[in-house]
């Protein structure tokens, strides 16, 4: 009997840097994900809030390590942008420095430090990606900080928890937004309405093809 290789995909953190090279891997790989957005492209920026699932996530070593890696791909002249913000007192109650690397982060301490945290807290905190679709690419997948790339095409915002259920594949982008799970804004004002009726498809379009995206990648 020959016996077969089983190649078991990697779950990754979301959102973690490994998560992020994650899914550029299965945009570079994946074919019809390629085909498919060809003649499409678009700019997002991800607006992800606290909640209580969350809150329950920072109780988790994996989870605190794989966000504190995502928290770190922002170079430390700009992450100080957080300071005094909500979420800039989420990082200095867990010690995450807002100036210096955060390489040798202990997440045991985290850990403790994160049971003083309140629901109240995390509401008010935010994190900020901008997903960049490019004909067929992903040109760029990277956390941002506020006032970073205001001018994009379109904000999708929503509580952590619904953005996990999209990133998870487990729910359809699209539902989340007509369930107000997710808010959608654009600015095409300056546009023809034309323009801008094509503008919406490619969006729900470039949202449907995202979901797909993701959602070859596990996530814990």
Do not use: C
């Given at each position: 009997m020959v016996k077969t290789e089983t190649r078991v995909q990697k779950v990754a953190v979301f959102p973690s840097k490994e998560w992020v090279s994650a899914v550029l891997e299965a945009a570079e790989k994946t074919e019809k994900y390629k085909e498919a957005t060809r003649h499409w492209n678009g700019d997002f920026l991800c607006i992800g809030n606290g909640d209580e699932e969350f809150l329950r996530e920072l109780g988790r070593k994996e989870f605190m390590k794989g966000f504190v890696s995502f928290v770190n791909m922002i170079p430390p002249e700009r992450?100080?942008?957080?300071?005094?913000?909500?979420?800039?007192?989420?990082?200095?109650?867990?010690?995450?420095?807002?100036?210096?690397s955060v390489e040798n982060f202990n997440a045991d301490e985290a850990l403790r430090k994160a049971s003083k945290l309140s629901i109240e807290d995390i509401r008010a905190a935010s994190v900020y990606i901008w997903v960049d679709f490019w004909h067929g690419a992903v040109r760029n997948l990277v956390p941002v900080v506020p006032g970073e790339h205001e001018d994009v095409t379109f904000k999708l915002s929503g509580d952590y928890s619904a953005w996990k259920l999209l990133v998870s594949g487990k729910q359809d982008p699209i539902v989340l937004i007509l369930r107000n799970k997710l808010k959608v804004e654009t600015y095409m004002s300056h546009m023809p309405n034309k323009a801008r009726v094509q503008m919406m498809r490619n969006m729900k379009a470039g949202i449907a093809l995202a979901k797909e995206l993701f959602a070859s990648v596990p996530v814990s």
């Open positions: 992450r100080t942008r957080y300071k005094g913000t909500p979420t800039g007192n989420v990082f200095e109650t867990l010690g995450i420095p807002f100036d210096a």
